[in-house]
């Protein structure tokens, strides 16, 4: 099994800068796909950046120019830098790994439990 951390929300001023982290740690041979999702008091939950294996990055419109993610292979973590934070960011971000076992041909898809960040002045 795979688990899966996050750090780093937190209460932030609006125009403000945050950084969240995503550490993955148990069978992993390989990690395929990190994903930083959000989900806001009823609203579904949405991708919000992910990046590949190999190196492919995706971002939702509405956070292009504002955030980045990164990931360190050799500590398996994934972050996201989030600046000009807005009151519409304001969600419990999760992060998603997906990821082949030490045991071949097994495959995870592993969720942590949830960040809040809140953007609010």
């Known amino acids: 099994q795979v688990r899966v951390v996050e750090s780093g929300g937190g209460l932030v001023q609006p125009g403000g800068s945050l950084r969240l982290s995503c550490a993955a740690s148990g069978s992993i041979r390989i990690i395929n796909y990190m994903g930083w999702y959000r989900q806001a008091p009823g609203k579904q939950r949405e991708l919000v950046a992910a990046?590949?294996?190999?190196?492919?990055?995706n971002y939702t419109d509405s956070v292009k120019g504002r955030f980045t993610i990164s990931r360190d292979n050799a500590k398996n973590m994934v972050y996201l830098q989030m600046s000009g934070l807005k009151s519409e960011d304001t969600a419990v971000y999760y992060c998603?790994?997906?990821?082949?076992?030490?045991?071949?041909?097994?495959?995870?898809?592993?969720w942590g439990q949830g960040t809040q960040v809140t953007v609010s002045s």
């Open positions: 990046i590949t294996s190999g190196g492919v990055i």
């Open positions: 998603n790994i997906r990821s082949s076992s030490v045991v071949l041909g097994v495959m995870y898809d592993s």
